[in-house]
Antibody, heavy 125, light 107 residues
Framework: EVQLVESGGGLVEPGGSLRLSCAASGFTFSNAWMTWVRQAPGKGLEWVGRIKSKTDGGTTDYVAPVKGRFTISRDDSRNTLFLQMNSLKIEDTAVYYC????????????????WGKGTTVTVSS | DIQMTQSPSSLSASVGDRVTITCRASQSIGTYLNWYQQKSGKAPKLLIYAASSLQSGVPSSFSGSGSGTDFTLTISSLQPEDFATYYCQQSYSTPYTFGQGTKLDIK
């Protein structure tokens, strides 16, 4: 069964750090592009960032509000994706989802087809 | 960044109704458009990718169309399990962006 399980969420003070993990199973993680998406309480979805597979360069992209503060990385030997979050702000409070970023066969049409259940991050003093 | 705008923001409908949700991009994105369904307290679920391709396992009552800047998601006959929030998302360029969502509830 294809599965993503996030962990590491919790309560942190403004300016603090947190590291989220996403354990993948049921597919070849090393070939997958992976994405983090977040959802603030009562709000819509926000794409946080993506990491390509190492075969495709392993590069990362981020949304502007998190650039310089968040870092996405991967450990293919452990089938695990990470999101290191530093200098956290109150507005980073959200449920964070890990997803696969899959290309339709033979195309460059990417979509997020496998989602974890999410982990909650609360930034508050 | 590409801005995605959905309409309406909320919609009341009855079981059996035909429903259409619209998504507009701030620039042309070809067919790099996906649709997701999210139920309360759950992770989003992919419905449609590349504007009109139905994800495996999704009922054929769901369909998508459009290209360029204007897209639609249609549910041909609403079922009780379809009441949820729907999001469009562009995958034309990063940062990927979502529409603000359309909440579909029971009339």
């Amino acid at each position: 069964e294809v599965q993503l399980v996030e962990s590491g969420g919790g309560l942190v003070e403004p300016g603090g750090s947190l590291r989220l993990s996403c354990a993948a199973s049921g597919f070849t993680f090393s070939n997958a592009w992976m994405t983090w998406v977040r959802q603030a309480p009562g709000k819509g979805l926000e794409w946080v960032g993506r990491i390509k597979s190492k075969t495709d360069g392993g590069t990362t992209d981020y949304v502007a509000p998190v650039k310089g503060r968040f870092t996405i990385s991967r450990d293919d030997s452990r089938n695990t994706l990470f999101l290191q979050m530093n200098s956290l702000k109150i507005e980073d409070t959200a449920v964070y989802y890990c997803t696969t970023d899959t290309a339709a066969a033979g195309t460059y049409h990417y979509y997020m087809d496998v989602w974890g259940k999410g982990t909650t991050v609360t930034v508050s003093s | 960044d590409i801005q995605m705008t959905q309409s309406p923001s909320s919609l009341s409908a009855s079981v059996g109704d035909r429903v259409t949700i619209t998504c507009r991009a701030s620039q042309s994105i070809g067919t790099y458009l996906n649709w997701y369904q999210q139920k309360s307290g759950k992770a989003p679920k992919l419905l449609i990718y590349a504007a009109s391709s139905l994800q495996s396992g999704v009922p054929s009552s769901f369909s998508g169309s459009g290209s360029g800047t204007d897209f639609t998601l249609t549910i041909s006959s609403l079922q009780p399990e379809d009441f949820a929030t729907y999001y469009c998302q562009q995958s034309y360029s990063t940062p990927y962006t979502f529409g603000q969502g359309t909440k579909l509830d029971i009339k």
